[in-house]
């Protein structure tokens, strides 16, 4: 019951942005936007999350569009070390604590 | 900072045989904790989560059962394995916002 959708694979050259969009029409109004990737064999590791305004981090930025219904998560410089599946989440609130339902991802590979 | 610890990194078990796989936390108290299975090439399945000890929900029907003995400690377990049990098991844990920390999970194969 993922409430997010991402095209299933993208390409980006080595040293050029990687720009990687999610589709959340359905989000409510307190639902967070988060983004983690998974490195082949790996276990998850968190990227960036966001609420209305655009964020930026260390390793990414990411961009929420004012009618919170899509996002984009941007990766200034991609490296080859950047290649991984980038799954974007809107954390679902449940009476009972929170939880965090991941879809399919998208496939990022980074080429030289 | 939190930090999960999650054992074995790899496990081969015959169908019909049990299974207990444990995670650790460190660096938080009272986290919510979860289980997750990610088949080859495919997503991560939410499989359980546990808001305090002794709480487990359960998120899709299986063979599969979590006990939360201690506030840090969070153990998935079978009574007898299933060939399609076998994935790559992980575990994750977050002391608030849900910015998970994830273990380095156990692959599992039921053969």
């Known amino acids: 019951d993922a409430k997010t959708t991402q095209p299933t694979s993208m390409d980006c050259a080595e040293g050029r942005a990687a720009n990687l969009p999610c589709n959340h029409s359905t989000i409510s109004g307190n639902e967070y936007v988060y983004w983690y990737r998974q490195i082949h064999s790996q276990g998850p590791q968190y990227i960036i999350h966001g609420l209305k305004n655009n964020e930026t981090n260390e390793m990414a930025s990411l961009i929420i569009t004012e009618d919170r219904k899509s996002s984009t998560l941007i990766l200034p410089h991609a490296t080859l070390r950047d290649t991984a599946v980038y799954y974007c989440?809107?954390?679902?609130?449940?009476?009972?604590?929170?939880?965090?339902?991941f879809g399919a991802g998208t496939i990022l590979r980074v080429k030289s | 900072s939190q930090t999960i610890h999650q054992w074995p990194a790899t496990l081969v078990q015959p169908v019909g045989s049990p299974l207990s796989l444990e995670c650790t936390v460190e660096g938080t108290s009272n986290p919510n904790l979860y289980w997750y299975r990610q088949a080859a090439g495919r997503g991560l399945q939410l499989l359980f989560y546990s808001v305090g000890i002794g709480q487990i929900s359960s998120e899709v029907p299986q063979n599969l059962s979590a006990s939360r003995p201690q506030d840090r400690q969070f153990i998935l377990s079978s009574k007898k394995l299933l060939l399609s049990d076998s994935g790559f098991y992980l575990c994750a844990g977050s002391g608030g916002y849900e910015k998970l920390f994830f273990g380095s999970g156990t692959q599992l194969s039921v053969l």
């Open positions: 989440i809107v954390r679902q609130f449940m009476e009972y604590g929170n939880k965090l339902v």
